[in-house]
């Protein structure tokens, strides 16, 4: 069973920035794929970012690319994603997830085993 434990989110003013972090326990963290996903009120889950087990493959929804970037430190279980250049409609809830998947690239919810509880991103304008 793994464990993901989300933190780093806030308040923030437009064109701020913020870091999120995703601590995993149980589980072999270095051989799973990870994604961010956030979910703002009224709205589905989507998904912003992924990577892959080592690190070396990255992808980001459009509407975040250029602004965050994710990666991950495997020594330390831990995955993050960098937000710069905040929007208020980067406001929402966010989740990070992991994948057991031979396929790296998985950008559906129903392609993710474990879920963070997620963390409250507020950017005002």
């Known amino acids: 069973q793994v464990q993901l434990v989300e933190s780093g989110g806030g308040l923030v003013q437009a064109g701020g920035s913020l870091r999120l972090s995703c601590a995993a326990s149980g589980g072999t963290f270095s051989k799973y794929t990870m994604g961010w996903f956030r979910q703002a009120p009224g709205k589905e889950r989507e998904c912003v970012a992924v990577?892959?087990?080592?690190?070396?493959?990255?992808y980001y929804a459009d509407s975040v690319k250029g602004r965050f970037t994710i990666s991950r430190d495997n020594a330390k279980n831990t995955a993050y994603l960098q937000m710069n250049s905040l929007k208020p409609e980067d406001t929402a809830v966010y989740y990070c997830?992991?994948?057991?998947?031979?396929?790296?690239?998985?950008?559906?919810?129903?392609?993710?085993?474990?879920w963070g509880q997620g963390t409250q991103v507020t950017v005002s304008s």
């Open positions: 997830a992991s994948a057991d998947t031979i396929f790296w690239l998985r950008t559906q919810t129903s392609e993710y085993n474990y």
């Open positions: 990577i892959n087990w080592a690190g070396g493959s990255t």
